[in-house]
Nanobody
Framework: QVQLLESGGGLVQTGGSLRLSCAAS????????MAWYRQAPGKQREFVAT???????TYLESVKGRFTIRRDNAKNTVYLQMNSLKPEDTAVYYC???????????????WGQGTQVTVSS
């Protein structure tokens, strides 16, 4: 099996910074795209950022210029650096990864358990 373990959430004031980490472990042959999503209270989960194996990244428009996604393929870990945080960034943040567990196997999507980010005004 595969586990995604997130860390780095917390409470921060407006304008502050946090760095989220998500480490994948278990029966991993290789990882594909990795991403961050978030879900605010009463709202649907939304895409935040994604990064390919080669490092190409895309972002939700409202976080461009403030958030940076990167990955360490040697550590099977994806990061989300969040700067200039705003109260509207408050949400549970989830990581997501495409995982191949065997040479001939397909890619399956896994989710982390989520980490709370709260930005106070």
């Amino acid at each position: 099996q595969v586990q995604l373990l997130e860390s780095g959430g917390g409470l921060v004031q407006t304008g502050g910074s946090l760095r989220l980490s998500c480490a994948a472990s278990g029966s991993i042959r290789n990882l594909g795209n990795m991403a961050w999503y978030r879900q605010a209270p009463g709202k649907q989960r939304e895409f935040v950022a994604t990064i390919t194996v080669t490092g190409f990244s895309t972002y939700l428009e409202s976080v461009k210029g403030r958030f940076t996604i990167r990955r360490d393929n040697a550590k099977n870990t994806v990061y989300l650096q969040m700067n200039s945080l705003k109260p509207e960034d408050t949400a549970v943040y989830y990581c997501n990864a495409e995982v191949r567990m065997s040479v001939a196997g397909g890619m399956y999507m896994y989710w982390g358990q989520g980490t709370q980010v709260t930005v106070s005004s």
